[in-house]
């Protein structure tokens, strides 16, 4: 079973509006940590945006927010007032285990193609 | 600077010729990591390293090798490169066992002809 799924591959936004990038993940670990990352079309991997299990807020990063539903497992990207730039590649990924339970290995969602139309 | 740093960027070979990708960073991380990016399939471990020494399989290592006999260097070896492994290879590292982000290098394609 996939451990993290991203069930949009591909989406649209027009410039200005916020837009929700989905991610649901699976884990019986009590404590863990989830993370987006971007992916531009050069190819690099840019870290957006952290959530920690046990942080009882949503994260936040400028224009980036995560909404963290813990019951729901679940831990959707929102990007407000999106720019031409936000076009790219998104991955949801999340780490298992916090201090010294697992390896901590990074494993990552197949991954959202946003657009953004001008 | 803080960074990751692969070679080559981009990289064709033939079937068959060993090669090596490198990776090295420049902030003591002692955990470091190899993936695989393929369309549609996001992005998949090949190998990782705690610390010097001591590597272990990821989800897909086979065809694949690995050495961290310094800190600061975790090549990726392919010893008999097959055309299923023409990818994007991404190199990353981090501190420890926190939580904190891993550090990605700018990727290295791989096309086997």
């Known amino acids: 079973a996939q451990k993290i799924t991203q069930t949009q591959p591909g989406m649209f936004v027009q410039e200005k509006e916020a837009v929700t990038l989905d991610c649901t993940y699976d884990?019986?670990?009590?404590?863990?940590?989830l993370f987006w990352y971007k992916q531009p079309s050069s190819g690099e991997m840019i870290f957006l945006i952290y959530?920690?299990?046990?942080?009882?807020q949503n994260a936040t990063e400028g224009r980036y927010s995560l909404n963290f539903q813990k019951a729901r497992k679940s831990a959707n990207l929102v990007i407000s007032a999106s720019q031409l730039g936000d076009s790219a590649m998104y991955f949801c990924?999340?780490?298992?285990?916090?201090?010294?339970?697992?390896?901590?290995?990074?494993?990552f969602g197949k991954g959202t193609k946003l657009s953004v139309k001008p | 600077e803080a960074q990751v740093t692969q070679n080559p960027r981009y990289l064709i070979t033939v079937t068959g010729k060993k090669l090596t990708v490198t990776c090295s960073q420049n902030?003591?991380?002692?955990?470091m990591s190899w993936y695989r990016q393929d369309p549609g399939l996001g992005l998949r471990q090949i190998y990782y390293?705690?610390?010097?020494?001591?590597?272990d399989k990821g989800d897909v290592p086979e065809g694949y090798k690995v050495s961290r006999k310094e800190k600061r260097n975790f090549p990726l070896i392919l010893e008999s490169p097959s055309p299923n492994q023409t990818s994007l290879y991404f190199c990353?590292?981090?501190?420890?066992?926190?939580?904190?982000?891993?550090?990605f290098g700018s990727g290295t394609q791989l096309s086997v002809l």
């Open positions: 884990t019986s670990d009590q404590s863990y940590g």
């Open positions: 990353a590292s981090r501190p420890g066992r926190g939580i904190e982000k891993l550090f």
């Open positions: 990924a999340m780490r298992e285990g916090q201090d010294g339970g697992s390896q901590g290995n990074l494993i």
């Open positions: 390293s705690m610390n010097v020494e001591v590597t």
């Open positions: 959530q920690g299990s046990y942080d009882e």
């Open positions: 902030m003591n991380h002692e955990y």
